[in-house]
């Protein structure tokens, strides 16, 4: 009666007597997930560390993170006699002289790329379709952490070469470090084992980098992916998609061949990428010393916003009574980005509060349905933006003949001018289309085709809007900024915590002040059954003059 | 017994909850499904309006035609192959292709890669197709279970842990609680402890450099004592102190003191130079600047020669060398410490004496 094999079936009756695992496995094979493209960009982030943990665990086997100085004898013709350390070394013997060892090396580089890369295009998919709020605060929360130490992973890893590059990198954050208030110093003495280079921070960086931050991450995935599952995944309005139910495809065997396939493309892409892209090829740029550099010196794409905004930071500097601080190190690296993180995790509960929202989400937003958050988040991108482009200043003024100056300053101005520019276009944008949704509700959508009547009129014939279009273009309701509330109580009293209620008011009314009314079912009904008007079905001795153009 | 007997026998609402019911899967196709009955007390999210039409359902060219599913499997099993050809190509870069030249190590890299991508690609995207196409494309609705635990489940947490909380006789015993914390708390501090010898105290090391009077200043791409005349009129040398060489050449003696005393040579026409941070501290129009950005210490290097501006790479803070080391641009807030030189007996530059300020980043406690 069965098509299981024997085997399995015996395997899973084995299991299963000790584990009880049968409920689980049959609830899993049948768990539903929805289907979306940006449903996909997280699993990027997934299964590239995967492929950072697999080709990691090689590279480690080869990698010597240490700096004693040995003279290159490999096969590498340039580097011949040189002096360097053991780390550069043993990164260009696994470049030129262990087997498979330079594509183990992009590909492991070119993944960390696409990883951070990844979990952004994700916290924008989650972030702009309202994913984050309730119930799922939480693994917003495990993404900002991932995030963070995604971005310090990554950093980790390409310092360990102890190339003229990461060390250049290096350095910086030693400066940045030695900013820090009152403990700078002395952190920069403990971390670093000494004064800058020091002969154990390429150790201690390898430990941190294999082990410490890995398992973190290793962890915080579990536990992220463990939510997804067990509070089940979002998804986007459509027929038949409630806020109670989630309508997709079961996990086995759709996900297991969709998301399993889905790994092997990430895996193979990044492989071509390695196999035909170069990436940071360390033996041209030379073991690191602190008294060399090059220019066009540039960080791994995600670092380049910190450094971006280091050069953008006026050179302010106090001295009382007889401290440094350094305004000019510790705002752009250490201050701003904090900030930008702890608004970032911060958001869905500030946006709660100003809606005063407890209820469940599980149909995502469309971004136009909430344009002052997606106005916001515009807003973010266009300043993470300017600070990532200004990294680039030396390069941008190289090749585009600008002045550097001119550069910096126009980033100075531009962090504070055009973030609000791209906030109310956003916004605009937003409602324009929302306007659009709601004529399309009500008048069907345009054909391209022009009819003539026979009196002479042309016009535009307009078809009705299939139904499953009708559920998404109706999703979403418009929600009404909260009530101003009385300043005093029926007696004449001040009411109590009234100034924050006030506040909230006032930041809701800036959230939900400007909305495009969705049609009503008098309104649907009005025109027809919703399904557009057709002109000829008008009287046609009405006068020309009256009959509605689209 | 068959698995699906096996699934059904096994114990109910052992997994995450007791609400097994919630979990199991209702995977009724088709039809929306709006149940009034079903228990959430939060009011449901406004969905618009009460239009939720059932799930539609096209049906897909494979699942009408035979011919066309023939024809997706037949895809599937030539990509299946595809990738099996990858591997092949990849063992034969692995294999075939030695490392002894450059080019070769760009083939091999090719290959592996090549070979790997396809073979990882073709699995991905056969596994894609094969879904795709010939898997069930009709949609599935599944409930979702309620998170929120029920008022009697929470009360009975409650009631249980206050049970326990009586049970340990805390709220009757309060020294053995104290007793706990007085235990810890201390022991929390031993990692810190631990810590303290990560590395030693910063002392003086960030204030002192190797330079002192007297001290021969060598080109730090000859390593040999430099003369004014070697120097053109306009030009520019890195240099290092003489005594640097000195250091023990094993650990990093040698680059830390790199990291800090590293300097720059630059002559300029006397009538040129507008300002010095101490008089006569230019030997005949050579002047001396810390090579270190006091910004966050990268080494400066782009020097223009017609305006005397050192520019640092790493974040383009501009130093006017003609004017006292002064910032003219850029995130750096203090000037380049000068170094004061004069030459000695052989006519080589020498140090008149050590620097007089920190070099380098600022930091908490330099003042």
Known sequence: MSVTPKIVGGTANFVDERIGSANFVRRSINKIFPDHWSFMLGEIALYSFIV??????????????SVTEVVYS???????????????????????????????????????????????????????????????????????????????????????PDDLLSGTGLRIAHGVLMS???????????????EFPGDDFIPRLYSVHILLVPGIMLALITVHIMLVWYQKHTHFPGPGRTERNVVGYPFFPHYVAKAGGFFFIVFGVTSLLGAFVQINPIWMY????????????????????????????????????????????????????GLMMTVLALYPFIEAWVTGDKREHHILDRPRNQPVRTGLGVMAIIFYGILWINGGNDIIADKFNLSINAITWATRIGLFVLPPIAFVITKRICLGLQRRDRETLLHGRETGIVKRLPSGEMIEVHEPVPSEDRVRLLAGASPRPPELPAAYDENGVPRPGNRRERLRAKVGNFFYRDQVEKPTEEELAAHGDGHGERAEELPPAESPAELPRH | MSERETAGASGSGRHFTDRSTDHSPDLATGGATRDPSAHREEPEADYGHELVPGLTHTPRRTDIDPKAAKRAERQVLGLFLLSVAGTLVFFIGFYAVQLDSAENVGLSTKLLGGGLGL???????????????????????????????????????????????????????????????????????????????LGP????????????????????????????????????????????????????????????????????????????????????????????????????????????????????????IADSGRVVFGPAARDLPQLAITVDNDGYLVAKQGFTEPVGPSFWERG
Not at chain 2, 124 to 131: D, K, Q, S, T, Y
Not at chain 2, 250 to 264: D, F, I, N, P
């Open chain 1, 52 to 65: 950072l943990l697999l080709t990691g665990t090689w590279l480690a086997f080869f990698f010597k993170p």
């Open chain 1, 74 to 160: 490999g096969p590498y013709g340039p580097l011949q006699g040189v002096e360097m350390s053991e780390a550069f070394a043993s990164t260009v013997d696994i470049s030129f002289d262990v087997r498979g060892g330079l594509i183990m090396r992009q590909i492991h580089h070119w993944a960390a790329l696409i990883f951070v890369a990844a979990i952004c295009v994700h916290l924008f998919r989650v972030f702009f379709t309202g994913a984050f709020r309730k119930p799922r605060e939480f693994n917003w929360l495990l993404g900002m952490g991932l995030l963070t130490f995604a971005l310090l992973e990554g950093f980790a890893g390409y310092s360990l």
């Open chain 1, 180 to 194: 820090i208030p009152v403990v700078g110093t002395y952190l920069a003495f403990f971390i670093f084992g000494g």
């Open chain 1, 286 to 337: 030379g073991s690191y010393k602190p008294s060399e550099i090059t220019a066009g010196s540039q960080p791994d794409w995600y670092i380049g916003f910190l450094e971006g905004s280091l050069r953008a930071m006026p050179n302010w500097e106090t001295n009382i009574w007889g401290h440094t601080v350094s305004w000019n190190v510790l705002i752009p690296s250490l201050v701003l980005p």
């Open chain 2, 119 to 197: 073979a990882l690609f073709c699995i991905g995207a056969a596994a894609i197709h094969w879904a795709r196409k010939l898997m069930s494309g009709e949609e599935v609705v599944q409930e979702r279970h309620r998170l929120r635990s029920s008022d009697e489940e929470r009360a009975a947490v409650i009631k249980d842990f206050q049970r326990g909380v009586e049970d340990s006789g805390v709220p009757r015993r309060k020294a053995i609680l104290g007793g706990l914390v007085a235990a810890t708390a201390p022991l929390l501090l031993t990692p810190i402890v631990l810590l303290r010898d």
């Open chain 2, 201 to 320: 105290l910063p002392g003086r090391k960030l204030r002192e450099t190797v330079w002192t009077e007297g001290v021969r200043i060598l080109s730090d791409v000859t390593e040999r004592p430099v003369r004014v005349a070697d120097i053109p009129i306009g030009g520019y040398v890195a240099a290092i102190p003489e005594t640097l060489l000195d250091l023990p050449h094993e650990g990093s003696a040698q680059l830390a003191e790199r990291g800090k005393s590293a300097v720059m040579l630059m002559r300029l026409r006397p009538e040129e130079i507008v300002s010095q941070q101490g008089d006569n501290w230019g030997y005949e129009g050579v002047l001396c600047y810390s090579r270190i950005c006091t910004h966050v210490g990268c080494p400066l290097g782009l020097y223009e020669q017609t305006t005397h501006h050192m520019l640092c790479p790493c974040h383009q803070s501009t130093f006017d």
